[in-house]
């Protein structure tokens, strides 16, 4: 039996995302105010990922991403409130990424992203020590869509692989998937 069908844990490896979420019932009146419904709430595909994983009784949800120092407090502590175990690197020269969520009437989302430190993960933060007592690991499918986070994405499937651990892959953005190229995405997802 091969040591990552022991645990019984779930790696994240993914995005945390400040959101702010605008819900609006008119349509949006160009060049002056629209009345809307605005929230700031923890996201990002990661992050949504694991915390649905704990709510759905999953008992050991650890999460790898990368935070700005700005909101690193109140992101893990929401995570831990979740139940799922943060382990957020702390990137001091960009900002957390966050998300401006605009929802139409009909529940259309448009979203503006701005990237920020989840896609800065990068090898460095990782180590095959972090798959100890995993026994499924699901990688956010934006990790894919920079170089660096791409990387990383590869070395925790290599890590994963060499210890028979199972990989799934959400595959995040359709817009990024078409701008990075839906082949290379999937040779990039290969074996998950």
């Known amino acids: 039996m091969s040591a990552g069908a022991t645990g019984g844990g779930l790696l994240v490896i993914g995005d945390v995302v400040t959101d702010v979420v605008a819900r609006y019932r008119t349509p949006l009146a160009h060049g002056t105010d629209t009345?809307?419904?605005?929230?700031?709430?923890?996201?990002?595909?990661?992050?949504?990922?694991?915390?649905?994983?704990?709510?759905?009784?999953?008992?050991?949800?650890?999460?790898?991403?990368?935070?700005?120092?700005?909101?690193?407090?109140?992101?893990?502590?929401?995570?831990?409130?979740?139940?799922?175990?943060?382990?957020?690197?702390?990137?001091?020269?960009?900002?957390?990424?966050?998300?401006?969520?605009?929802?139409?009437?009909s529940a259309e989302r448009t979203l503006l992203t701005d990237s920020g430190a989840a896609l800065r993960l990068s090898p460095a933060d990782w180590s095959p020590s972090l798959l100890d007592g995993v026994g499924r690991m699901h990688l956010s499918g934006y990790l894919f869509f920079a170089g660096a986070s791409r990387q990383l994405a590869l070395a925790a499937m290599e890590s994963a692989g060499e210890r028979g651990i199972p990989v799934s892959v959400d595959p995040a953005s359709a817009g990024f998937i078409k701008e990075l190229g839906a082949d290379r995405f999937l040779a990039s997802a290969k074996g998950v």
């Open 35 to 105: 009345a809307a419904e605005i929230r700031t709430l923890p996201g990002g595909a990661g992050a949504n990922a694991a915390c649905w994983a704990a709510r759905s009784g999953c008992a050991d949800v650890r999460l790898l991403a990368r935070v700005g120092t700005e909101a690193r407090e109140w992101h893990e502590e929401r995570l831990r409130r979740a139940g799922v175990r943060p382990r957020l690197v702390v990137d001091d020269r960009v900002p957390t990424a966050t998300v401006i969520c605009l929802v139409d009437a």
